[in-house]
């Protein structure tokens, strides 16, 4: 009976979704046996009675007022919580038990917009912006199943897309426009928005299969035309852009059963090659140069007026996989795929990224390691602001600052020896 229910449950996934994603998937398959397919690893899933410890700061309420300025934005004042990007964001396989689990999207339990429960159940940047303002508009309610049809009340504002490249980023892009202008509820000039996007993983996953097409200046190319978008067209909006994570300490994530085999087919291009190949070395160099031209586009403030902003988070920048005290890899951080993050590796990427968010451009915390649990920090009471100014203003402001105070000083040391 138990092999019956795995069948006509597979037969079930199988008849429903398609795509290229699904495609890869369903090919790894047949290197598995029922058994195999069916093997749970509870160490992977949250236990439903699990709840953390309340989170408190001192001020959590709104500005007097509806903020004019995107630099007075305070957390409170978001009235409206989105997220763009790929299988992270979709949270692919986040609380799965076993290898059937990998197509369902938990969405509810994103790293960035997931809005089960609530905090105390799950660390999601949508929870922890829930407990300043409960009304949020976005946070994705439930799972959904890779490719099969959905609605905004299953996804919530987690417009993310399982499998999506850079190439295709214009499309959730669009569709987040669309969606703001008609939502019910939503008022599309007044209401302050935070969208959270991560995008470009599979591009690099993606590079030796076309190294024009996914390349870095593609990669740049495609995500500033979609940029672009929608800084002409949504009007109080602050973009998370959090920068990609440097990948190849993704190849250590091994297990001693056939699970990594989806990894192989999910990222071909960094598990396949032998360690010392030229293959390796230049895909190890093209994500660096994703890194790079991120940071250049960024910094400067070509994303920056009155009422939007594009921030580059880049905690993630230099994050070394969790490991344990013997020094192998913590594998209840990674779903039964090998690739993706448990609920366990959202969670850090929630509270990081909330972290950054209060942090000015030249101050902000990154993650050395999974392996040491991010502390939630709060606004501070002489900045309670969502932290938007581009480090090329930034970095601007202090210079003249120091001019001024050399300037005064020169002035007051003239002055005194004259009188």
């Not at 919530?156 to 999506?164: C, D, I, R």
């Not at 009471?381 to 202090?398: G, Q």
Request: proline share 7%; net charge negative; glycine share 4%.
């Amino acid at each position: 009976m138990k092999f019956l229910i795995l069948a006509i449950t597979t037969h079930v996934l199988l008849c429903c979704v398609n795509g290229d994603w699904w495609n890869e998937y369903e090919e790894a398959l047949k290197y598995y046996s029922q058994e195999e397919l069916s093997q749970e690893q509870p160490g992977k899933i949250r236990p439903q009675s699990f709840q953390h410890p309340p989170f408190q700061c001192p001020d959590m309420s709104p500005s007097p007022t509806i903020p004019t300025s995107v630099e007075r934005v305070k957390a409170a004042d978001i009235k409206v919580i989105a997220a763009l990007g790929d299988s992270l964001t979709t949270a692919i396989a986040a609380n799965a038990s076993n290898l059937l689990g990998v197509p369902f999207e938990y969405r509810h339990v994103s790293w960035s917009i997931g809005g089960h429960g609530t905090y105390h159940d799950v660390i999601t940047l949508a929870n922890i912006v829930k407990l300043f303002n409960p009304n949020v508009l976005g946070p994705a309610p439930v799972r959904t199943l890779h490719n099969y049809p959905t609605t905004l009340n299953e996804t919530g504002f987690n417009l993310a897309v399982t499998g999506h490249n850079t190439v295709n980023f214009s499309e959730q892009a669009r569709n987040l426009i669309d969606t703001f202008k008609t939502y019910p509820g939503l008022n599309f000039e007044e209401d302050w928005k935070l969208v959270t996007i991560l995008i470009g993983m599979n591009d690099i996953c993606d590079y030796c299969k076309d190294k024009t097409l996914f390349s870095p200046d593609s990669f740049i190319h495609y995500l500033t035309e979609s940029l672009e978008m929608m800084m002409n067209e949504v009007p109080r909006m602050i973009v998370n852009m959090v920068q990609i994570l440097t990948m190849k300490p993704l190849r250590e994530v091994k297990k001693p059963n056939l699970g990594c085999i989806l990894q192989k087919k999910f990222c071909s291009c960094l598990v396949l090659p032998d360690e010392n190949s030229t293959e390796l070395a230049e895909l190890v160099e093209a994500n660096l140069q994703f890194q790079r031209k991120l940071e250049e586009l960024l910094n400067s403030d070509r994303f920056f007026k009155e009422d939007f902003a594009v921030v580059l988070q880049p905690y993630l920048t230099h994050a070394n996989p969790p490991r344990l005290a013997d020094g192998t890899i913590d594998l209840s951080f990674f779903t039964p795929d090998c690739f993706h993050f448990t609920i366990k590796g959202h969670e850090e990427l929630a509270k990081g990224l909330w972290n950054n968010m209060f942090q000015p451009a030249d101050r902000k915390q990154m993650i050395n390691s999974f392996s040491d649990p991010v502390e939630l920090i709060c606004p501070s009471a002489e900045h309670p602001y969502i932290y938007t100014r581009p480090k090329a203003l930034s970095s601007a402001n202090s210079l003249q600052i120091t001019w001024t105070l050399m300037t005064l000083t020169g002035l007051l040391t003239v002055w005194m020896s004259v009188y």
